[in-house]
């Protein structure tokens, strides 16, 4: 059409030639300053590049990196190895662009299969069904000196059935402590789960065997998931944001003092958020139920006095959950066969 366009009379205007072609003015214009559309060229990945290796020389390099010497080699150990050995085929990076041709590229070496574990989901409908423990540093200010503070708690009350603190970490003080806890509150056989990481004092064959013995039934974390044991991480928290938590001890004895206080708070006193402002003892024991309704009676006697104060109606005293779970099934998985694999224990300890 720019032909057309070129050899239109001269008396025509090329307002009426490009009216009449269909074509823009602004693009005859650009035409005539800029010349003709050049063809368009091939691009460089399509043409032949004179230093690439041929076909054979291609087939070459692949077959030495896939013989029984080299398959679990990468390029570059391939490529110094040849070069001691006098031998250039190509260059590394040419190396890697092969195997990716062929899809051979990544990992050479055999691999672990990768590892399943099933989430942990438990339920404690009442205390001493579950507890939950783990094993914390307390530094001292002797540079690199740390303590290990072990911490059992039940994870209906949160409340601590047992405590230790040591200058070392091992599998036998972990069988200890359960020990003495399992005595001290007469749990009978296959009462209890107690769930743990999987540290090695807590993955240890001997303390399994520890708890195979009293018929505690076992439950581990998922390798690197630090929620799946997040009511001893929580509890950890709480006592490392303590205003009086030194940061750093000065010794042992010192240490030990603190956590003997820091304990008997926590047990007593705490009104935990978790709790509905209830402490792990009251809950643990069952005496929530008579404070309850002490709180009851002081809004009562507060809604009397004063009802315009309370905008949503009488207020009533929130009790703590009547089931506490670690990683609850969701609502959209409930009577699958994931919620009942990852549930038979529990049940069948409580008798369902």
Known sequence: MMTVVREKP??????????????????????????????????????????ALSAA?????????TTDAFKDQPPVAIYHQLLQ?????????????????????????????PQHHAVPRLLAHAPNEVWTWDITKLPLTQRGAYLSLYVVMDLFSRYVVAWMLSRKENSSLAQQLMSEAVARYDIAPEQLTLHQDRGSPMTA?????????????ASHSRPRVSNDNAFSESQFKTAKYQPDYPGK?????????????????????????GLAGFTPEQVF???????????????DAMYRTHPERFVAGQPRVPMPPHVVAINPVPPELKGTEEDRVNFPTLQAARGN
């Not at 307002?15 to 091939?42: D, E, F």
């Not at 024991?285 to 809004?299: C, E, M, N, R």
Request: charged share 25%; glycine share 4%.
């Open 10 to 51: 001269e008396r025509m205007p090329v307002s009426t030639a490009c009216r009449s072609l269909g074509l823009n003015r602004s693009s005859v214009y650009a035409w005539r300053r800029m010349g003709p559309p050049k063809p368009a060229q091939r691009s460089r990945k399509d043409s032949v590049q004179p230093k």
């Open 57 to 65: 020389e291609r087939k070459i390099v692949l077959d030495t990196m």
């Open 85 to 113: 050995d006098g031998v250039y085929l190509a260059s590394v990076s040419t190396m890697h662009r092969l195997l990716r041709a062929d899809k051979l590229n990544g990992e050479r070496r055999h691999q672990r299969a």
């Open 205 to 217: 064959t001997s303390f399994i065997e520890c708890l195979a013995d009293r018929k505690i039934i």
């Open 249 to 273: 001890f000065q010794s042992f004895e010192q240490a030990r003092a603190w956590c003997v206080d820091y304990f008997d708070w926590y047990n007593t006193q705490h009104h935990h958020s």
């Open 285 to 299: 024991t069952g005496d929530h139920i008579v404070v309850a309704t002490q709180k009851q009676a002081a809004l």
